[in-house]
């Protein structure tokens, strides 16, 4: 089993006053892909803001390769932000940009060393990398939805993450689409050797790409499930086990 790349140690998740998720604890491990699931509003998205640097939490510890990313200095967490790519919610790329000027937007703030051509060069590979090749010079409004989603993941990668967190990538995409967005992210955990956490309420989703899932509950405030898609199918708490069977039905009937 390979080495954890972040660690969730007794994590409160929250606002302020608001505990929105309490006593999380789990490992994300190099090059696997790691699934967050729950019920809207459970807190799947604030998880991910602590995880990446863009709240604290309110109590418990993250290590990102062995060292507590929140104990370190501001500057020293920004750089360390270089190490992540994150696909946002609700994160449009910029509008008045070309796929190519918004996937330079984090090589000129990162790889201020690199010459605009060669950051053009880097931007093209990352588009050919989600199947976008040729299209530099396009506008995010002259792109179908599934496309944007593709561009949005190649400027997640500019940085070639250690790990990259996508925020419910397939929300509005149609099944096909959705599919070739899987396997997109299996292609690139197994070129990049990145570790993937991806939040997602799609069930078919979750048997093709899942090494390991998590479970948030909306009611208790906390996980209620860690473990891969087959171990929580047959051992899960019963709710967990209901929901998955209805995916593993769907699956199956996919396989050839
Ligand atoms: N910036 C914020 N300040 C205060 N409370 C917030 C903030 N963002 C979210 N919340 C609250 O935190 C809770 C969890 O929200 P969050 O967006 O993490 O849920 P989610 O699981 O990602 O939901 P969804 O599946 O709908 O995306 C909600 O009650 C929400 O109102
Ligand atoms: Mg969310």
Not at 170 to 181: N, Q, T
Not at 221 to 241: C, D, F, K, N
């Given at each position: 089993?390979s080495?954890?790349v972040l660690?969730?140690?007794?994590?409160s998740?929250?606002?302020?006053?608001?505990?929105?998720?309490?006593?999380l604890?789990?490992?994300?491990?190099?090059?696997e892909?790691?699934v967050v699931?729950?019920?809207?509003?459970?807190?799947?998205?604030?998880?991910?803001?602590h995880?990446?640097g863009?709240q604290?939490?309110?109590?418990?510890?993250?290590?990102?390769?062995?060292?507590?990313?929140?104990a370190r200095?501001e500057?020293?967490?920004?750089?360390?932000?270089?190490?992540?790519?994150?696909?946002y919610q609700?994160?449009?790329?910029?509008?008045a940009m070309?796929?190519?000027?918004?996937?330079c937007?984090?090589l000129?703030?990162?790889?201020?060393?690199?010459s605009?051509?060669?950051?053009?060069?880097?931007?093209?590979?990352?588009?050919?990398?989600?199947?976008?090749?040729?299209?530099?010079?396009?506008?995010?409004?002259?792109?179908?939805?599934?496309?944007?989603?593709?561009?949005?993941?190649?400027?997640?990668?500019?940085?070639?993450?250690?790990?990259?967190?996508?925020?419910?990538?397939?929300?509005?995409?149609?099944?096909l689409s959705?599919?070739?967005?899987?396997?997109?992210?299996?292609?690139?955990?197994?070129?990049?050797?990145?570790?993937?956490?991806?939040?997602?309420?799609?069930?078919?989703?979750?048997?093709?790409?899942?090494?390991?899932?998590?479970?948030l509950?909306?009611?208790?405030h906390?996980q209620?499930?860690l473990?891969s898609?087959?171990?929580?199918?047959?051992?899960g708490?019963q709710p967990v086990?209901?929901f998955?069977?209805?995916?593993?039905?769907?699956?199956?009937?996919?396989?050839?």
């Amino acid at each position: 089993m390979s080495e954890a790349v972040l660690t969730v140690e007794k994590l409160s998740a929250g606002y302020g006053s608001l505990v929105v998720q309490r006593d999380l604890n789990f490992s994300v491990r190099r090059g696997e892909v790691f699934v967050v699931m729950g019920g809207s509003g459970c807190g799947k998205s604030t998880l991910l803001r602590h995880l990446i640097g863009l709240q604290a939490p309110l109590a418990g510890r993250v290590l990102f390769n062995g060292e507590d990313f929140w104990a370190r200095s501001e500057d020293s967490r920004t750089a360390l932000q270089q190490h992540f790519g994150v696909l946002y919610q609700n994160g449009a790329l910029w509008g008045a940009m070309t796929l190519r000027e918004n996937i330079c937007l984090p090589l000129a703030a990162y790889r201020r060393h690199l010459s605009s051509a060669e950051q053009h060069e880097l931007a093209a590979l990352k588009l050919a990398l989600v199947g976008l090749a040729g299209c530099d010079e396009l506008y995010p409004a002259q792109l179908s939805g599934g496309m944007r989603k593709r561009a949005a993941l190649a400027r997640a990668l500019a940085l070639d993450p250690q790990v990259l967190f996508l925020d419910e990538p397939s929300a509005g995409l149609d099944p096909l689409s959705s599919l070739a967005l899987d396997e997109l992210i299996l292609q690139l955990r197994d070129s990049l050797g990145s570790s993937i956490v991806l939040v997602t309420h799609e069930l078919p989703s979750i048997f093709a790409v899942a090494d390991t899932c998590l479970f948030l509950d909306s009611q208790s405030h906390t996980q209620i499930a860690l473990g891969s898609p087959r171990e929580l199918l047959e051992h899960g708490p019963q709710p967990v086990q209901r929901f998955l069977r209805r995916g593993e039905a769907a699956h199956s009937e996919e396989a050839p």
